[in-house]
């Protein structure tokens, strides 16, 4: 944490590189799958919201970073 901000950020890049990137089609799946799990959150608990926003955030990163690979980037 930095002397200009007052929370940690949920994703640092120089900390929070992952060695391996799932295939495209099962990040897909597990994304889909997330979704799914996330949708029945609720919107009034903020634990629930917070959980739906770190397992979203997470397979997103996965969904470009095998995108990004598929691609050759």
Known sequence: MSDTTSYTALFDPAVDQTPWT???QQILKTAREEL?????????DRQAMILAATGLEMRLRQLLAALDEEAGR
Do not use: R, V, Y
């Open 36 to 44: 799914e799990k996330q949708a029945a959150a609720n919107i009034h």
């Open 22 to 24: 799932p295939p495209l």
